[in-house]
């Protein structure tokens, strides 16, 4: 039997983390199933990207420019595409927002909703009428836990990451008609040095005109719980890229995919409680009035998780 053509993938925000680690696993992968459009909006950060492709590099792996923030950008990436053909657009650039919200500015906020919002949209619109000339096609949008879970002080990059999650809910059933998927991939916190630094670049702030039981519940409360959290519940670039690939490659993906489980029940509670008071009152309880319980949480979850815990089970 002949085999199948390789599947494009186009990739957004492949400078770095999951978008950098999706675009090489695809490119490797073993049956040769993928050609991937590895985009990103400054050529001249590729060198990390074109050394973890290696050999796949103008093979299996292309790199293009993209800037998702850019309508004559996306315009001449989608119109390079042989008959503005895609198999696969993984939305993924994304950009991060920490901090309490009177020192954050309105066109901040703006810069935010352009990126993980408009961008995600741009994209979408610029290569669904091939999709849907073709009856085919797979679109896969990097939201967050925080697109299902408002976190403190991530008031404005959550309110984006929700914004398209309403987005994507309604499309995915219109599209059904012209057998496109929409997939949701919903990682938690994922442990990268950029995340690092940004904690410890924002915990030098002084927030100057800020109240000060703000300050000290960002600074003092928020930053330990949040560094408590990444090192505890983390998981890395490569395995949330994984589940990416892992999706793709199904023939009937899901709409829905939470990388981590160990953030599920987090996100069950408002289900569990439709007036919101059961998620309100537990962040906020766990987050000020038991932190020791807290610690003593993530502690128990360090434990559980950890690799000496870890049996292979085998049938008997
Ligand atoms: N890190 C986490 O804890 C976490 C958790 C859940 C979900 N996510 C989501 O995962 C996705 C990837 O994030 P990451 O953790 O891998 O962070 P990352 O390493 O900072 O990657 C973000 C990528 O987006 C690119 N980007 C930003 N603005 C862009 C634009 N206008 N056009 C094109 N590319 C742009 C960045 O390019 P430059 O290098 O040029 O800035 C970078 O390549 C994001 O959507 C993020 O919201 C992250």
């Given at each position: 039997?002949?085999?199948?053509?390789?599947?494009?993938?186009?990739?957004?925000?492949?400078?770095?983390?999951?978008?950098?680690?999706?675009?090489?696993?695809?490119?490797?992968d073993?049956?040769?199933r993928?050609?991937?459009?590895?985009?990103?909006?400054?050529?001249?950060?590729?060198?990390?990207?074109?050394?973890?492709?290696?050999?796949?590099?103008?093979?299996?792996?292309?790199?293009?420019?993209?800037?998702?923030?850019?309508?004559?950008?996306?315009?001449?990436?989608?119109?390079?595409?042989?008959?503005?053909?895609?198999?696969?657009?993984?939305?993924?650039?994304?950009?991060?927002?920490?901090?309490?919200?009177?020192?954050?500015?309105?066109?901040?906020?703006?810069?935010?909703?352009?990126?993980?919002?408009?961008?995600?949209?741009?994209?979408?619109?610029?290569?669904?009428?091939?999709?849907?000339?073709?009856?085919?096609?797979?679109?896969?949008?990097?939201?967050?836990?925080?697109?299902?879970?408002?976190?403190?002080?991530?008031?404005?990059?959550?309110?984006?990451?929700?914004?398209?999650?309403?987005?994507?809910?309604?499309?995915?059933?219109?599209?059904?008609?012209?057998?496109?998927?929409?997939?949701?991939?919903?990682?938690?916190?994922?442990?990268?040095?950029?995340?690092?630094?940004?904690?410890?670049?924002?915990?030098?702030?002084?927030?100057?005109?800020?109240?000060?039981?703000?300050?000290?519940?960002?600074?003092?409360?928020?930053?330990?719980?949040?560094?408590?959290?990444?090192?505890?519940?983390?998981?890395?670039?490569?395995?949330?890229?994984?589940?990416?690939v892992n999706i793709i490659a199904k023939e009937?993906?899901?709409?829905?995919?939470?990388?981590?489980?160990?953030?599920?029940?987090?996100?069950?509670?408002?289900?569990?409680?439709?007036?919101?008071?059961?998620?309100?009152?537990?962040?906020?309880?766990?987050?000020?009035?038991?932190?020791?319980?807290?610690?003593?949480?993530?502690?128990?979850?360090?434990?559980?998780?950890?690799?000496?815990?870890?049996?292979?089970?085998?049938?008997?």
């Amino acid at each position: 039997m002949a085999k199948a053509a390789p599947r494009t993938v186009l990739i957004t925000g492949c400078s770095s983390g999951i978008g950098l680690c999706m675009a090489v696993q695809l490119a490797r992968d073993p049956g040769r199933r993928f050609h991937v459009i590895a985009t990103m909006r400054d050529l001249r950060k590729k060198d990390k990207l074109e050394a973890a492709a290696g050999d796949t590099l103008n093979q299996t792996l292309t790199i293009q420019r993209l800037d998702v923030c850019s309508d004559e950008s996306v315009a001449e990436c989608v119109n390079s595409l042989p008959e503005k053909q895609l198999d696969v657009l993984v939305n993924n650039a994304g950009v991060g927002l920490i901090g309490p919200l009177e020192t954050i500015s309105i066109d901040t906020m703006k810069h935010i909703f352009e990126t993980n919002f408009f961008g995600a949209i741009r994209m979408i619109k610029a290569v669904l009428p091939a999709m849907k000339q073709r009856q085919k096609g797979h679109i896969v949008v990097i939201s967050s836990v925080m697109g299902l879970q408002g976190i403190p002080f991530n008031d404005v990059y959550a309110a984006s990451k929700f914004a398209i999650e309403g987005f994507c809910e309604s499309l995915a059933v219109q599209l059904l008609k012209f057998n496109i998927f929409i997939s949701l991939v919903e990682p938690g916190p994922i442990n990268t040095e950029f995340e690092m630094k940004l904690m410890e670049e924002v915990a030098k702030s002084q927030f100057p005109g800020v109240d000060a039981t703000t300050v000290h519940s960002f600074k003092d409360i928020y930053l330990p719980a949040s560094h408590e959290i990444f090192t505890t519940m983390g998981q890395s670039p490569e395995f949330v890229a994984k589940a990416v690939v892992n999706i793709i490659a199904k023939e009937r993906p899901p709409f829905r995919y939470q990388t981590n489980p160990l953030y599920t029940p987090l996100v069950a509670l408002k289900y569990a409680d439709t007036s919101g008071e059961l998620s309100v009152s537990a962040y906020y309880n766990l987050l000020f009035r038991f932190t020791r319980l807290f610690y003593i949480s993530t502690s128990f979850l360090k434990c559980i998780t950890c690799r000496c815990f870890r049996r292979q089970i085998t049938p008997t």
